[in-house]
């Protein structure tokens, strides 16, 4: 079992920055990636950025050059540094975490809203 627990969230304006952040706690040894996804009004959960267990980036088309994928292993959390943020970024963020042990599973945090102002 792993828990997440995000924080950071909040309201900025347009151009503005946050930082999400995202504590792992559990069997954090059975995680093979995080990442951040986030869901809009009426629209689909979609992935923002995903940091494997070697360190590999993965970015949405729509976030690159703007938000940066991080983690501190000694505190088993994992940041999302969002810069020039835009009203189009307005979502809930959630953290998922990938793990094998046997098989794969994924687990969720409850979500942070982040809305952009224009």
């Known amino acids: 079992q792993v828990q997440l627990v995000e924080s950071g969230g909040g309201l900025v304006q347009a151009g503005g920055s946050l930082r999400l952040s995202c504590a792992a706690s559990?069997?954090?040894?059975?995680?093979?990636?995080i990442g951040w996804y986030r869901q809009a009004p009426g629209k689909q959960r979609e992935l923002v950025a995903s940091i494997s267990r070697g360190g590999s980036t993965n970015y949405a088309d729509s976030v690159k050059g703007r938000f940066t994928i991080s983690r501190d292993n000694a505190k088993n959390t994992v940041y999302l540094q969002m810069n020039s943020l835009k009203p189009e970024d307005t979502a809930v963020y959630y953290c998922?975490?990938?793990?094998?042990?046997?098989?794969?599973?994924?687990?969720w945090g409850q979500g942070i809203q982040v809305t952009v102002s224009s």
């Open positions: 998922n975490a990938h793990t094998v042990v046997f098989t794969p599973n994924d687990y």
């Open positions: 559990g069997s954090t040894f059975s995680i093979t990636a």
